[in-house]
């Protein structure tokens, strides 16, 4: 069995098919790993969330800023903004089978040799941490009363991991690491205010990755969310969101002990690995 890991797809399903040629993905003996952001801003979230459930166990998605915002939003705990292109999911007639099945997606996996999120994570988790804090919001996404995170997901504060934290402010600190995480200082304390590329960022401000002695740094961690970023593989990290939806590629990496990278430009250009 082959496992391919898939960036941020945002909705361009096209361009996710003609990936799929490339590897030859084989729905009967491969999976997929998808690293968040299914849906929004690209033509076909409705098509792209259909397809990725249909794959069954097949294929593992973890969640991402953009798909919590689809579920805050359908949930009215969010307005939509200008830029979205999530309605033809909110006015599907399987809309609440697909919410229900997003919702009850992880936010981190892992087999033996990879571990998958969407962002980042502070350099004061390990893997054992890492585990237990995801599974902690987890529980609160799916459980019956979701709707109190929703609503009061949004907020940027706290900004640094502390054990003393609790309830929601606990519960949103740890979602915005494993979806909305880039920069930090050397202490752990988040930024969502620069999106740049690496090297344009203020000096107080490292990529989560960079931070020294960070307890994850043993893990090898595949993750999107950064297209400024781009394709990048170091130090046990994979990079892997390439920006499809800005004009760039929409990537996949083979997970083997020499990692393989296929991409595709938004014209069917088959980009060298």
Not at 142 to 169: A, I, R
Not at 196 to 202: E, I, K, L, N, Y
Not at 203 to 216: A, C, D, G, N, Q
Request: hydrophobic share 35%; net charge positive; aromatic share 12%.
């Amino acid at each position: 069995m082959s496992i391919y890991a898939i960036g941020d797809i945002q909705g361009c399903f096209d361009d996710l098919l003609r990936l799929l040629d490339l590897i030859k993905f084989d729905e009967e003996s491969d999976m997929l790993w998808f690293a968040g952001d299914l849906v929004n801003r690209g033509p076909k979230s409705l098509e792209t969330l259909r397809f990725v459930k249909s794959l069954g166990k097949s294929a593992q998605t973890v969640l991402g800023n953009h798909d919590l915002h689809l579920l805050a939003t359908a949930f009215k705990q969010r307005k939509p903004r200008k830029k979205d292109s999530l309605s033809d999911v909110l006015e599907a007639s399987d809309s609440d089978e697909l919410l229900y099945w997003l919702r009850h997606q992880p936010l981190f996996y892992y087999n033996d040799n990879f571990c998958l999120l969407h962002a980042g994570l502070p350099p004061q988790w390990d893997f054992t941490q890492t585990k237990k804090m995801a599974k902690k919001a987890e529980k609160t996404l799916q459980s019956t009363d979701y709707m109190s995170f929703f609503k009061v997901m949004y907020g940027e504060k706290p900004d640094k991991w502390s054990s003393d934290l609790k309830g929601m402010d606990k519960i949103r600190f740890i979602v915005n690491c494993f979806t909305r995480m880039r920069y930090c200082e050397i202490n752990g304390r988040l930024d969502f205010t620069t999106t740049s590329a690496v090297g344009t960022q203020a000096k107080h401000l490292m990529p989560w990755f960079t931070i020294p002695k960070r307890k994850s740094s043993k893990m090898k961690i595949i993750f999107g969310h950064w297209s400024t970023l781009g394709f990048y593989q170091k130090n046990n990290v994979y990079a892997i969101d390439t920006g499809c939806l800005w004009g760039g590629q929409l990537t996949a990496i083979k997970l083997s002990k020499k990692v393989e990278r296929f991409s595709v430009d938004s014209s069917g250009y088959i980009v060298p690995g």
